[in-house]
């Protein structure tokens, strides 16, 4: 039997004010809700933080991983396993994708790879607005004509009706978790798998009430 990995991402801006800020004040400022914080990437500390992981991350054997569209989990992954010695297949996987709950949640995706992370496998990535799957019970009307950016502002206006709450359901979140892994167990049994993801995301599929260390290895072991 392989081994699932689920890493991290390493943290940004909005992560470390959340970290030291309460639920209220944080969205009192408007902080989650600035639109050029839309998918923020990671910050310094957090780039000095994933570097910091690499010789730690090199030293697993893992033939293969699965990345969130997201740019703070692409990002990650690109320091993480750049020159592994396993040279592992990097795929992105929309599923991955956060719970849809602050700005940084909020995809730039437009339906193109980034070109940074355009050597990662982006074939599984749908050529569409991909923050709107995940809200379709708050948003029902058909958006997907207007433009990328036009999308997005129907959702951080609809963020700003709402908060402090998610504008996806933990249902959804822990139902398309379980999807990812009901397909990666029968992968699992030949290959050492890692997932590089987010926090909201990867405690509902493990059910951790503690968030997974950035950058740091979790070992999930599948039940029988």
Same mark, same amino acid.
């Given at each position: 039997?392989?081994?699932?990995?689920?890493?991290?991402?390493?943290?940004?801006?909005?992560?470390?004010?959340?970290?030291?800020?309460?639920?209220?004040?944080? &969205?009192?400022?408007?902080?989650?809700?600035?639109?050029?914080?839309?998918?923020?990437?990671?910050?310094? *500390?957090?780039?000095?933080?994933?570097?910091?992981?690499?010789?730690?991350?090199?030293? $697993?054997?893992?033939?293969?991983?699965?990345?969130? /569209?997201?740019?703070?989990?692409?990002?990650?992954?690109?320091? $993480? %396993? *750049?020159?592994?010695?396993?040279?592992?297949?990097?795929?992105?996987?929309?599923?991955?994708?956060?719970?849809?709950?602050?700005?940084?949640?909020?995809?730039?995706?437009?339906?193109? /790879? &980034?070109?940074?992370? @355009?050597? &990662?496998?982006?074939?599984?990535? /749908?050529?569409?607005? $991909?923050?709107?799957? &995940?809200?379709?019970?708050?948003?029902?009307?058909?958006?997907?004509?207007?433009?990328?950016?036009?999308?997005?502002?129907?959702?951080?206006?609809?963020?700003?009706?709402?908060?402090?709450?998610? $504008?996806?359901?933990?249902?959804?979140?822990?139902?398309?978790?379980?999807? !990812?892994?009901?397909?990666? @167990?029968?992968?699992?049994?030949? *290959?050492?798998?890692?997932? !590089?993801?987010?926090?909201?995301?990867?405690?509902?599929?493990?059910?951790?009430?503690? *968030?997974?260390?950035?950058? %740091?290895?979790?070992? %999930?072991? %599948?039940?029988?």
């Amino acid at each position: 039997m392989g081994k699932l990995w689920l890493i991290r991402h390493a943290p940004t801006l909005i992560n470390q004010v959340s970290e030291m800020l309460s639920q209220d004040i944080r &969205f009192n400022t408007n902080v989650l809700l600035n639109p050029d914080y839309c998918d923020m990437e990671i910050s310094l *500390k957090g780039k000095q933080l994933a570097l910091d992981s690499v010789c730690h991350i090199h030293s $697993l054997q893992i033939s293969k991983i699965y990345v969130s /569209p997201l740019r703070r989990a692409l990002q990650t992954c690109e320091i $993480l %396993f *750049k020159n592994h010695p396993d040279k592992p297949k990097i795929v992105v996987d929309h599923e991955l994708h956060e719970r849809v709950y602050s700005i940084q949640d909020i995809s730039l995706y437009e339906g193109e /790879p &980034f070109k940074e992370f @355009a050597h &990662f496998d982006w074939s599984k990535v /749908p050529k569409k607005f $991909l923050t709107i799957e &995940f809200v379709k019970h708050i948003i029902q009307e058909d958006i997907s004509k207007l433009t990328y950016k036009q999308q997005r502002e129907t959702i951080i206006g609809k963020m700003h009706e709402l908060c402090p709450f998610s $504008l996806e359901e933990g249902k959804n979140v822990r139902e398309r978790g379980q999807k !990812v892994l009901t397909r990666l @167990a029968n992968e699992c049994e030949k *290959k050492n798998i890692a997932l !590089v993801g987010h926090s909201a995301f990867f405690n509902k599929i493990t059910g951790l009430q503690e *968030k997974i260390p950035y950058c %740091f290895p979790y070992l %999930f072991r %599948f039940s029988k």
